[in-house]
Nanobody
């Protein structure tokens, strides 16, 4: 199993970025996928989940209305469209394969992370 994120970078407040996560080594359509982030000096924070078919999505309150998770099952790729970015969105963003979502999530594979920095 391999998860490879891309698309991070430096953006000004109010700007947008789209993160991608290319999955390989397993049947992508069998699993929920998630985005999780870690801000400097802080713990992991769940950002968003998407079900295997891509028709159910879930968001942390901190990103709801600004971020959109999606997936292209034909390309085995997960996305996170991030709009109206704020300095507090600065973090290392990971995609993860989910075994369980909800209050006590369980992830069994993670990508290496892609850095998002929001600063003027």
């Amino acid at each position: 199993v391999q998860l490879v994120e891309s698309g991070g970078g430096l953006v000004q407040p109010g700007g947008s970025l789209r993160l991608s996560c290319a999955a390989s080594g397993y049947t992508f359509t069998n699993y929920y996928m998630s985005w999780v982030r870690q801000a400097p000096g802080k713990g992991l924070e769940w950002v968003s989940d998407i079900n295997s078919g891509g028709d159910n999505t879930y968001y942390a309150d901190s990103v709801k209305g600004r971020f959109t998770i999606s997936r292209d099952n034909a390309r085995n790729t997960l996305y996170l469209q991030m709009n109206s970015l704020k300095p507090e969105d600065t973090a290392l963003y990971y995609c993860a394969r989910s075994l369980r979502v909800g209050a006590r999530p369980v992830y069994d594979y993670w990508g290496q992370g892609t850095q998002v920095t929001v600063s003027s």
